[in-house]
């Protein structure tokens, strides 16, 4: 399956995301037998349930971080105040790109 170790090391988030979407690409294709449909199906499972665990531990190493007093708190990712917004329009001809 895609969460396995292979070298005896296990698997980076970003190979298993590569690894996830060619498994997409290869579904929508539409030229899969049914049953090599359901193993890629079954391996996606397995990729987004290993995914979805590497990215729990990260959120909870990062809470771990912002604890304080015993008590998590949360901050923006970035710039504390949101920029305003920007007018992409110019006059009546619309987007500018």
């Known amino acids: ?3 396995k170790k292979t070298n005896g090391e296990t698997p980076s988030f970003e190979k ?10 290869d579904m929508e ?3 899969l037998s049914l049953d090599a449909m359901i193993k890629r199906f079954e391996d996606g499972q397995s990729l987004i349930k290993f995914c979805t665990g590497k990215l729990d531990e990260v959120e909870r190493k990062i809470e771990k971080l912002l604890t304080k007093d ?16 920007v007018d992409l329009t110019d006059g009546d001809e619309g987007l500018l790109f």
């Open 70 to 85: 015993g008590e998590v708190r949360t901050e923006p990712f970035g710039d504390e105040e949101a920029a305003p917004p």
């Open 1 to 3: 399956m895609a969460a």
């Open 29 to 31: 294709g539409g030229e």
């Open 16 to 25: 298993s995301m590569e690894h996830l979407e060619s498994i997409v690409a």
